[in-house]
C-alpha cells in the first residue's frame, strides 16, 4: 500500500467516522455528548504521559475507575440510551455502574500485579544453580529466607481489597509483616542477600510495602535506603540491576527521594562495572531501559547531570587506561566495545512495501533479511576475543526505530515479542538474534509530520536526537549505525556524523530504492566532511566491506559466519513468504552475486569459500517443455545458476505436426495365428500419451504434479515386465520389421531435411521455460467474418511480407529483405545494428499502413521521393537548386540558440546511370548505408549566437531530421490571439506552481542549547571559574579562572565545553547539610540551581 492509498483510507475513515457522529446525535444527543466528551477526556489523559495522574499506579487505578463509573452511569440512566433501564429500575442500574466500576478496578490491579511481578529478562546461566550451591555449603538457608519473604508478601497482596482499605483494617498486621521483610535484607550475608534480591519478587515488594503515616511506618522509604545506600557497597553489579528495575516499575515519582536512590546506586559504580550495569539494564527485554531512566524517569536536572558527568567521568578513566596500557587494559581489548544501532523495517525485516513501514517490495511482508542477524553478531564480537559469541553474555545491540512511542509500552511490547521471536529462530535456536536488544522509539509529532506532509526531515532528527542521549549515556563505546535509505535515515547518519564524529564508527546503508531518491543523498558534500557510508543490497556485501575497512570490523571467520547464515536464512524463507517464483529467483541471484565476491575474497586470504544457493529442480531429466526458442528436451540442470540444458527441436513444423498426428492415430493391432487379436501398448507410447495428458493440465509453476509424477515411476517400472511380451510378438512382426529396415536403408528424399545431423543444444533459464504444449499449424484467414472496420487498415489479400517493409521483431525493428513462402521464413535487415536474421512468419509483425497512420503521419519533404522519380542533378543545376540538407549557410533556431548549417549531407554521386542513382542518389540510400556501415549521416551547425573562451563557436551535430524539424519549426505568433495564449499559459503554470509541493526544507543548522548562564560558578580541571559568555555555534563557555592572580590583577580566560563544567560548592558542603547564610540564618542546603551556581537553602 503506498501513500496515496493510505491516505484514501484515512480520509474516508475520518468521513465515515463523521457522519456517523453526526448520524448519532441527531438520534441521541445527549448520550453521545457524554461519550465524546470521556473519549476527550480518554485523550488527554493517555496523551499527557508526563503529567502527574501517571507518577503513581494508584492515581492510574483510581483515574480508569473513575472513568468506567461515568461512562456506565451515562450507558444506564441517559434519557436516550439504548440502555437506559436505570430509569425503570434504578436500584438494579445503580448495582451495574457499582459491578462495573469495581471490575475495572480489579482488572487493573491484577494487570500491574502481574506486570511488577515478573522478573528482568536476563539470563544468568548456570552461575545462580552454582551459587546456590556453595550457600547450602556454607550452611546459610537463602530457600527458607526466601520462602518466609514470599510468605509475608502473600499476606501483605489481598487480592480483593486494595492495600489502602487493608491498612485501614487491620494496619498492625500489616505493618508486622513488612517489618519481618525489612529485618531479612537487613540481616541477611553479602551472598545471601545478592541470591534474596535476584530471586524475590522485589518490584512487588517495593510497591506493596507502603509508608505508613506513624513516624516508625515508613517502611518502603527504609526498605529502599537499606539496598540502595546501606548496603550497596555488598551488592553485586546483577542485584544493582534488579534494584534499578524495581524502582522503575514502582514509577520513581511515587517517592520523592527515589531519584536520589537511583543515583546513589549509579555513582557507586565505577568503570567496566559501571559499563556492564548500563548494558544489563539495556538487555532485560522490556521498556525500562537506561535511556528511558535517564531522560524519561528522572524529572531532577540536578540528578541527571550529576549521573551524565559521572558516565563521562568513568569513560575517561577508561581510556586512559587504554592509553597507558595497563593490565586492565588488556582485558578491555577482549571486547569490540561497540553498540551497534539499527533501523527496523527495510533493515532488519522487509516492511514488503506497507506503507507508512517501508518501500521495499523485493521480500515477502515481515521477512527477515538474510545474513542481517549474523552481521549483528560479528559487529558485536569485534576482531578480539572469542572466537564465537558465549551464549548468556550481554549484547550491545540497539534498534532506532521511527516508530512513535504510544502510552507506556503498547508499541515497544510488539517489538520486544519480534526481537523474542528471533533469538529462537533456527533449528538449533543458534541461527537467531544473539542477544536481547534495547529500542529506542520515535514519537508522535515526527510520525504526524512524515504521515502528513510526506517530509522525512522531522524522522531524521528524531533519531539524530535518540542517538545523542544515547551517546551520552555511553561514551566509553563506539557506535555503528545500520539504517536503509527508504525513508530519513541516510540524513540522520550525516548529523550524527557532523556532532560525534569520533563516536560514529561507521555507517551502513540498505539500498531499497534508487540513490537518486534517498532524501539527503548529497555525495559532494559528505566528500568533503569525510563521511564514507556504505551502500549495500545484501548483508553479505556489508560484511565483506566490514572486514575489508582498514582497521577491520569483523574478523574473517566472521565474514564466512554470515555468508553461511545469509544461505541458511535464505532457505528458511517458506514459499508463501514470497510474492512471486520471479522474486526468488532475481534475490538468489543477487544473494549469490555477493557470495561469490566474498568467495573471491576468502580464496585469496587462504579461507575456504562458502557454496552459492542451490535453485530448486522443477523440470525432469527427458521431459519435454517449452522455451522462448521453441519446443525442446531436458538434458541436465546447473542448480546454482538455475539452468537447464535443453536440446531443441527446430524441426519444420509441419514435420512436428506431422509426427504429432501419427502418434495420436491408433496402433494396429497385430493378427496372431489362433485368430484371437490381441492389443499391445509399447512403453514409448504410454510416455507420448502420458506427456500429452500432462500437457494440458493447468499448473500455475510448470511443474508435474505429484500424482503425475508417481504415474510416470509406475511406468518406467512395468518397462522390464513389458519386455518379456513383447518378445513374443517379435516373430509376428518379423517381415513388417524387414520391410522398415530396408526402407530406412534408403530412405525418402526428403528423409533428410526432418530431423538435423547435428543436435541444437541451449542453456535456458529456468523461469523462461514453460509447460509443454503440442504444435499445431498455424490457421489462415479465408476473408470471412472480416469486421467491419477492417476498411481502416489495408487490404488482406496483398503480400503481408513485401520486402522493404518496416517490421517489429523480437530483437528490434526491421526491414524486410526476403520473404521465402515454402519455408515460411522471413529474411530481415535490423535497424539500428549490423545484422540479418532469418525468423520464422509468426516473429515478424508488420507495421500497418491504415487511414488512420496516414492521417496521423507527417508530410513527407521530397527527400522522401522514390529514387526512381528523382531527378538526376547535374553541376549546372546544382549551384542554383541546392536545398535543404545539402546546401551550405542555411540559418536554422536551434534550442541551443541560432546558428547555420557548415557541414550539410553529401551530394547525390553525378551520373546518369539510372541504377546508380537509384542506390545513391536519396536520402533512403544513405540510410540503407546506414544500416549496414552502422554510420548516421549527420549535418553540422555552427551556433553563431556562442562563443567560446577561444574566439571559436561551437557545433551542434544532428540528423537531418531534426535539423528539419528546427528548421520548420514557426515562430512565436504575435497578435490578440498570441497574447491570449500567453495569458492562459501564464495562468496555469501560476495554479500548477501553486499546487506543486514547497521546496524543501534547508538542513537544519545545529545549534547547541545553553546549560550554564553568564555568572554561575563553575569548577573546572583548571580551577574555580566564573561563565563569562557562551557561543551558541559550538557550545563553547568562556569561563574566567578566579584562583588565578596574573599581572595586573588580571584571570585567564578559558573556552571549555558543557562536559568540563560543573557547579561550584563548597568544600565539605553537600545537599542535606547545615549551613550558615551571608544573611546570618542558619539552615540545611536542600539544593543547588546548576545552571546558575544558585543555592537553595
Known amino acids: 500500500m503506498d501513500r496515496v492509498a493510505a491516505m484514501l483510507i484515512l480520509l474516508g475513515l475520518l468521513v465515515t467516522v463523521g457522519l456517523l457522529l453526526l448520524a448519532l446525535f441527531a438520534v441521541a444527543p445527549v448520550i453521545c455528548s457524554c461519550i465524546v466528551t470521556l473519549l476527550y477526556t480518554l485523550y488527554l489523559f493517555i496523551a499527557n504521559e508526563e503529567s502527574a495522574f501517571h507518577h503513581a499506579q494508584e492515581f492510574e487505578n483510581r483515574f480508569w475507575t473513575i472513568f468506567t463509573l461515568l461512562l456506565t452511569t451515562a450507558l444506564f440512566f441517559a434519557n436516550d440510551s439504548p440502555l437506559a433501564f436505570g430509569q425503570t429500575y434504578p436500584s438494579f442500574g445503580f448495582l451495574l455502574v457499582l459491578l462495573a466500576a469495581y471490575g475495572m478496578h480489579m482488572w487493573d490491579r491484577h494487570q500491574h500485579r502481574k506486570e511488577i511481578s515478573k522478573q528482568p529478562g536476563l539470563r544468568r546461566g548456570a ?20 520462602q518466609k519473604i514470599n510468605s509475608c508478601l502473600a499476606d501483605i497482596d489481598q487480592v480483593l481489597l486494595p492495600s489502602t482499605i487493608n491498612n485501614y483494617l487491620n494496619l498492625r498486621f500489616f505493618m508486622q509483616k513488612e517489618r519481618e521483610i525489612i529485618k531479612i535484607f537487613e540481616e541477611a550475608q553479602p551472598k545471601a542477600l545478592n541470591y534474596l534480591i535476584s530471586h524475590c519478587r522485589l518490584g512487588l515488594i517495593f510497591y506493596k510495602v507502603k ?106 578513566i577508561l581510556q586512559a587506561h587504554m592509553t597507558m596500557r595497563t593490565k586492565r587494559s588488556k582485558l578491555r581489548m577482549q571486547k569490540a566495545w561497540r553498540k551497534v544501532l539499527s533501523d527496523v523495517d527495510d533493515t532488519l525485516t522487509c516492511s514488503g512495501g506497507s506503507y507508512p513501514a517501508g518501500i521495499d517490495k523485493r521480500f515477502g511482508k515481515k521477512v527477515v533479511y538474510p545474513g542481517v542477524l549474523a552481521f549483528y553478531r560479528e559487529l558485536d564480537l569485534g576482531t578480539r576475543g572469542p572466537e564465537e559469541w558465549q551464549e548468556g553474555t550481554p549484547g550491545n545491540l540497539v534498534f532506532i526505530s521511527a516508530r512513535p512511542h504510544f502510552y507506556k509500552d503498547v508499541s515497544e511490547k510488539h517489538n520486544f515479542a519480534k526481537f523474542e521471536k528471533m533469538r529462537a529462530r533456527g533449528e538449533d535456536g543458534k541461527s537467531g538474534m544473539h542477544t536481547i536488544p534495547s529500542l529506542l522509539a520515535g514519537d508522535m509529532a515526527s510520525g504526524r509530520e512524515y504521515i502528513v506532509s510526506n517530509d522525512m526531515e522531522p524522522l531524521a532528527v528524531k533519531k539524530y536526537d535518540n542517538f545523542k542521549s544515547y551517546v551520552s549515556i555511553y561514551p566509553e563505546f563506539k557506535h555503528v549505525f545500520i539504517g536503509d535509505n527508504g525513508q530519513g535515515d541516510v540524513r540522520a547518519g550525516e548529523l550524527m556524523f ?36 556504505c551502500f549495500f543490497r545484501t548483508y553479505v556485501d556489508a560484511a565483506l566491506d566490514a572486514v575489508t575497512r582498514n582497521p577491520p570490523l569483523i574478523r574473517l571467520s566472521g565474514l564466512k559466519r554470515v555468508c553461511q547464515d545469509a544461505v541458511s536464512d535464505f532457505y528458511m524463507i517458506t514459499t508463501n513468504k514470497w510474492p512471486s517464483e520471479n522474486h526468488k529467483s532475481l534475490r538468489r541471484e543477487e544473494l549469490n552475486q555477493a557470495l561469490w565476491s566474498s568467495n573471491q575474497y576468502l580464496n585469496k586470504v587462504g579461507e575456504g569459500d562458502v557454496p552459492l544457493l542451490e535453485a530448486e529442480r522443477v523440470w525432469k531429466d527427458g521431459q519435454k517443455i517449452r522455451t522462448p526458442y521453441g519446443i525442446g528436451t531436458i538434458l541436465s540442470f546447473d542448480p546454482t545458476f538455475d539452468m537447464y540444458r535443453v536440446e531443441l527441436d527446430w524441426r519444420p513444423l509441419n514435420v512436428q505436426v506431422g509426427e504429432k498426428i501419427k502418434n495420436e492415430q491408433p496402433k494396429e493391432r497385430p493378427i496372431s495365428s489362433s485368430g484371437l487379436e490381441t492389443v499391445v501398448e509399447t512403453v514409448e507410447e504410454v510416455d507420448e500419451d502420458n506427456e500429452t495428458e500432462l500437457a494440458t493440465q493447468p499448473d500455475s509453476i510448470g511443474a508435474l504434479g505429484s500424482s503425475s509424477k508417481s504415474d510416470i515411476t509406475e511406468l518406467v517400472d512395468e518397462k522390464d515386465n513389458r519386455k518379456s511380451t513383447q518378445d513374443e510378438f517379435v516373430q509376428a512382426s518379423e517381415s513388417e520389421q524387414g520391410a522398415k529396415d530396408k526402407q530406412s536403408e534408403n ?40 469486421s467491419i472496420f477492417s476498411f481502416f487498415g489495408t487490404g488482406g489479400e496483398e503480400e503481408p511480407f513485401k520486402p522493404g517493409a518496416k517490421c517489429t521483431t523480437p530483437f528490434g525493428p526491421a526491414t524486410i529483405v526476403e520473404h521465402r513462402q515454402k519455408k515460411r521464413v522471413v529474411v530481415v535487415d535490423m535497424i539500428g545494428w549490423s545484422a540479418r536474421a532469418y525468423l520464422r512468419e509468426d516473429c515478424i509483425k508488420i507495421i500497418s499502413k491504415g487511414i488512420l497512420t496516414s492521417l496521423l503521419r507527417r508530410m513527407t519533404s521530397s527527400d522522401d521521393i522514390s529514387p526512381a522519380k528523382r531527378p538526376v542533378i547535374t553541376k549546372e543545376v546544382k549551384e542554383k537548386e541546392i536545398e535543404f540538407p545539402y546546401a551550405k549557410g542555411i540559418t536554422i533556431r536551434t534550442p541551443f540558440g541560432e546558428g547555420i548549417v557548415t557541414r550539410p549531407l553529401p551530394l547525390p554521386t553525378e551520373t546518369g546511370d539510372a541504377k546508380q542513382s537509384d542506390v545513391k542518389d536519396t536520402l533512403q540510400e544513405s540510410n540503407d548505408l546506414l544500416q549496414t556501415s552502422k554510420q548516421t549521416p549527420t549535418m553540422g551547425i555552427c551556433l553563431t549566437s556562442w562563443k567560446l573562451a577561444n574566439g571559436c563557436q561551437p557545433i551542434v551535430y544532428c540528423t537531418h531530421e531534426t535539423a ?20 492562459v499559459s501564464t495562468t496555469v503554470k501560476m495554479i500548477t506552481a501553486q499546487q506543486e509541493k514547497p521546496p524543501p526544507p534547508s538542513p537544519p543548522i545545529i545549534s547547541y542549547e545553553r546549560y550554564f548562564q553568564d555568572g554561575s560558578a563553575v569548577t573546572t580541571l583548571f580551577g574555580d571559574g566564573v561563565v563569562r559568555s557562551f557561543r551558541e555555534t559550538d557550545g563553547i563557555y568562556v569561563v574566567s579562572l578566579v584562583r588565578w592572580n596574573m599581572i595586573g590583577s588580571r584571570s585567564p580566560t578559558a573556552y571549555l565545553q558543557k562536559d568540563a563544567l560543573t557547579y561550584r560548592l563548597a568544600k565539605g558542603c553537600h545537599e542535606g547539610c547545615s549551613v550558615l547564610t551571608s544573611l546570618g540564618l542558619s539552615g540545611r542546603l536542600a539544593s543547588v540551581e546548576p545552571k546558575t551556581g544558585a543555592l537553595l537553602v
Open 747 to 786: 530412405p525418402a528424399p526428403n528423409a533428410l531435411e526432418e530431423r538435423p545431423v547435428h543436435p541444437i543444444i541451449a542453456t535456458v533459464q529456468g523461469r523462461q521455460i514453460k509447460m509443454y504444449t503440442p504444435p499445431s499449424m498455424p490457421v489462415l484467414s479465408q476473408g470471412k467474418g472480416r
Open 498 to 533: 557532523d556532532s560525534f564524529p569520533q563516536h560514529l564508527e561507521a555507517l551502513y546503508i540498505h539500498v531499497v530504492q534508487p540513490l537518486s531518491k534517498t532524501h539527503g543523498y548529497a555525495p559532494t558534500r559528505w566528500s568533503s566532511k569525510g563521511l564514507k557510508p
Open 127 to 146: 552461575s545462580a544453580a552454582a551459587s546456590l550451591v556453595r550457600l547450602n555449603a556454607l550452611g546459610i538457608p537463602v530457600e527458607e529466607l526466601l
Open 211 to 316: 509508608d505508613h503515616r506513624s513516624f516508625n511506618g515508613k517502611h518502603r522509604t527504609e526498605l529502599i535506603e537499606l539496598l540502595a545506600v546501606n548496603r550497596i557497597s555488598v551488592l553485586t553489579v546483577y542485584s544493582k540491576v534488579v534494584v534499578l528495575h524495581a524502582l522503575q516499575m514502582m514509577k520513581l515519582p511515587a517517592n520523592v527521594r527515589a531519584e536520589y536512590w537511583v543515583r546513589n546506586i549509579i555513582l557507586c559504580t565505577t568503570q567496566d562495572d559501571l559499563s556492564e550495569l548500563k548494558t544489563l539494564t539495556d538487555a532485560k527485554g522490556n521498556y525500562y531501559s537506561m535511556n528511558k531512566l535517564i531522560f524519561h524517569d528522572i524529572k531532577s536536572q540536578t540528578v541527571r547531570e550529576d549521573i551524565l558527568q559521572h558516565f563521562k567521568k568513568q569513560a575517561d
Open 964 to 983: 528539419r524539424e528546427w528548421k520548420d519549426a514557426k515562430p512565436a505568433a504575435s497578435g490578440l490571439l498570441s497574447a491570449f495564449g500567453s495569458l
